[in-house]
C-alpha cells in the first residue's frame, strides 16, 4: 500500500508492505538509521520518535497506521545550521551517553517528556522515561540531563 | 604533564557525542551495502539430544533462499571451533551441531536469502528431528556421578579446574568459623546493540572485511583468517560504532565464522543482525557460580584463614567462563591480610548458553564471597560491619605486595576509601535511623550493607598495548591504538593525553582504532585495561614526537631543545616572541633533511610503540548501599548508593563518574532483578527483554559516587582501570543491605537476585 509520511519535514511517498513496522520504514525505506532497534518486545524503547510532536516506538506502530502523520526522528531535531536541541545539548554537558545506542530514543523520549510536563522533578523524569532502557550510564546523568534541559525550557 | 596549565584531572565533554546525538554515528547494521543478503540461524530449541536428521529441501526452494547449510549438508568445510587451547579438544564445539545438541541456541543450520524476512521465512521451513536426553542445568546436577555427560569422550562434565593450598586446615586455630553458601547467578549482558555483523568479500584482494560489534577485532582476525584459510593480512576485521559490549562482544563467535565463509563461498556479502531473543540465548553470558565460603577468625574479629571453594557452570561449550574461577582465586582474598587460604575452583559444562565476560568476569565472585561471610563473621561476633573490615585491612605501607594468592597488588590505602565512603553516607546516622525503626516495630526495614573491595585490571597478562601518534601536514594529529573503544569516550580521554602533551586541541586529533587494517596490532578492549595500556601508549608517542619535534625547532633557531615549549598552534622559543613554528611546518620539516639538525634522519612526525605495564594494576574502594526492605512484601527500594572508587589518578572525572554510574546499576542489576533462568529441561526463561528485568531509570536512585586516588607506580599517567569497579563495589554491598535490614529477624543470608519473593520467604523461614 501507498503512504504519506513527513519525516523531518520531508514529503515521503512509498509503497510498502501492510506488515512493515515503522521503525523499519524509517530505516530501510527512508534510509535513517539514527533510529535503533534494541529488542523484539517494544521493551527497550531505542526506536522512540515522535509522531504528530508524541513519542512513540516505531516498532509498536505499522508505517501504514503512520500514513499522514508528521513523524521526528533524531536527525530532524538538532536546527538546520547544525545547532544541538536544548535536550541534546544537555545530554552532552551531563555525559548522559555513552555507548549512544539508546541516545536516539531516549533523546526523543525527553524531548516529549519535557514537552508535556517541563514541571518534572527526578522522580517524574525517572518514571517518564521508564520505557526506555540504557545499560551504560545507570541513568544518573540522563536524568541530571532531562532535569536540565526542562530548566531550560520553562 | 600535570602541570598547572593541564586539561588532565578537568571534566572535558566528549568529542564522541555530536556524531551520536545526532543519530549519525554507524553501527554494524546501519552500514549501507546494497546486495547484501541476510544470515538467519535456525537453533536448537531443545536443551540436549541427539540430532536425528536437519532437513533443509523445503528451505532451499524457498523464495529468495540462496543457500543452506548445516552438518551433513554443506557445512561449508567448518571444523570444530576451539576457543582454549589450554582445555581439551573433546569438549571443542562444532560449527554446526553434529550427532547432538547441547544448549538450546546450538545452531542447528543456517540460511542465507536475499532478504532478512525471506531468510526467516526459510528457516522456519527447516525440520530438525531431535531426540531429547537428560538435561544438565545446575552445576549439582552436572557433578552427580550419574549424571548425563555433555561430552562422553570428556569422560566428565568437569572441564576445567583450579586449586590452592590443598594442604594445610586454613581454619586449623580459629576460636569463630563463619560460613555461608551462596551463588552469584547466571546474568545476561544486555548491550542495547545486539550481536552482528556484514562479511563483505573481495577486499583485501582475495580476502574478506569483516565488520562486526566487538570488543576486539584485533582477537577475531586470527580467529577467523585460521578457519577460513587465509593469512590474517587477507581479513581485515573492523568495528565500526559498537553499542556496548560489557564483555560478551570480547568473545568469539561462531555466528562470524558461518557467516564469514558463506560470504567467501556465495561471493557474496551475508548480513546477520542477531535479534534480541536471539542475543539472550546465543550472546555468552555470565556469572553462575555456587559458592561455600568458610572463614575462622579469633574472637577480636581477625582472619585467621580462609577456606573457600567455588563450581563454576560454563555452559555448553567452554569459553573464557571456563577458566574465571582462576581470577576468582586470585582476588579472593580482597582486601583484607589472609594468612591461610585453601580454594578449589571446579568448572563444569551444562546444557545451557556458554558463559564468557560480563563485567567483572571472576572478580565480583570472589569479591561477593569475601564480603558476604565478613558480614556473616561480624553479625556472630556482634561486630560492625565496618569495624570488622577495618581491622582485617592490609597496611598501607605494605605495598607493592603479593597477596598469599597470587595477587600482586601495585598499590592501596584500603582504611582511606571506607572512611571516605562511611563519612559520605552519614554512616552512623544511619544506624541510629535503623535502630529507630526496629524500636517502633515499623514494618519498612532500613538496611546498610558495606563492601570493601579491590579488583584486577588488564588482568591475565593484558597489560600491554599498541599506540601511534602522528603529526600530520594540515598540523593535526591521530593516535592509533590496539584498543577498541564501545562507549567508554577513549577518543575524549586519549585525545586529553595527547592535547596535554602536544597541545594540539583535542578537536584536532583523531583517534584511528578497531581496524585491523589500520592498527598493526592490539588486544581490545575488556578488563578495563584501555586507559592504563592504550592511554599510556599514546603519552609516550606524544612524548618521542614532542622530543623530535623540539629538536627539529631549536635547529631552526638555533636555540637549546630544552627552550622550546608547546603553545598555540606549535613550538615556540621560551620567552622569546615571534620566534614560533607550526605543528604543520613541523610535519613538513620532520621529512626533509635539509631541515633537521644532525642526527635526526628525514621521516614523518610520528612514533609507534607499545607500552608495557609490566603487570596489572589494582583498583580498589568501598561502598555503602542503604536500603528499605517491605517486611511485609518483601520488596527491597534501594534508597542511597555512596560509592568511593580509587581507580589511581583520574585523568577525566567526567567519564570516571560515567564509569562508576553505569557500574553500580548493573551491580544493582544482579543484586536486586536479573538472573538468567532455566526449567529443569534446559529451556531457557528468560529470552526477552519482558522476562530478563533490566532496571529501568524508575528502579535506581541517583549516586553518590566520588573517588579517592592513590597513583599506580606501574604506569606514568597513574592509572588504574574504572570499568568495572562500580559493579564489582556494589554488588555485594547491595546484598548485604538487604539481609543488614533484615538481621533483627534471624535472617543470615538471602541469595541474588534478592526478589521480593525470596526476600519475603527469608523473613517467614527465620520467624516460622
Redesign the interface.
Known sequence: MRVRITVNDRVEEHDVEARQLLVHFLRETVGLTGTNVGCDTSSCGACTVLLDGESVKSCTILAAQADGAAITTIEGLAGRDGSLHPVQQAFREHHGLQCGFCTPGMVMAAVSLIAENPELDEAGVRLGLEGNLCRCTGYHNIVQAVLAAASVAR | MGDSGSILGNSV??L????????????V??LDCPGATRIVFVRSSVAHGELRSVDVEAARSMPGVVAVYCAGGDDLGLAPFQSFPMLSEAVNRPVFARDRVRFVGDIVAAVVAESGAQAVDAAETVVVDIEPLPAVVTQAAALDPAAPLLFPENGSNVCFATSFGSEEDPLEGAEVVAEVDMVSQRLAG?????NGCLMVPGEPSGGITCWISHQAPHSVQPALAAVLGLEPAAVRVVCP????G?GPKAAMYVEYLIAAAAARQLDRSVRWAS???EDMVALVQGRDYTMTAKLGLTRDGRIVGLDASVVASCGAYPLLGAVLPMLTQMMVVGVYDIAKVRFSGTTVVTNTTPVGAYRGAGRPEATQLIERVLDVAADQLGLDPAEIRRRNFIDPAAFPMTTVTGGAYDSGDYAKALDAALAAAGYEELRAEQARRRAAGEPVALGIGVSTYVEVTAPLGLHTEYGAVEIHDDGSASMAVGTSS????HHTAFAMVASDVLGIPMERIRLINSDTAAVPRGTGTMGSRSLQTAGNAVFAASTVVLERARSIAAHQFEASPQDIVTGAGGLHVAGVPGQSVSWQELAVASRDASLLPEGLEPEPLRHEGDFDGTGSTFPFGAHVSVVEVDTETGKVTMRRHIAVDDCGRILSP??V??QQ??????GAAQALFEWVQYDDDGNPLTT???DYP?P???E?P??E?SNTETDSPLNPLGAKGIGES?TIGSTPAIQNAVIDALSHLGVTHVDMPCTPERVWSAIEGATA
Open positions: 565533554f566528549r564522541e557525542d555530536p556524531t551520536l546525538l545526532t543519530g549519525s554515528g554507524k553501527y547494521d546501519d544486555v548491550p542495547m546493540e545486539t560504532w559498537v553499542g556496548g560489557f535479534t534480541r531473543s564501545h562507549g567508554q569516550g567526567l567519564l563518574r560515567g554510574h553505569g557500574g553500580i546499576a548493573q526477552t527483554l519482558l533490566v529501568a531509570a524508575s535506581l541517583s549516586f559516587a562500580g
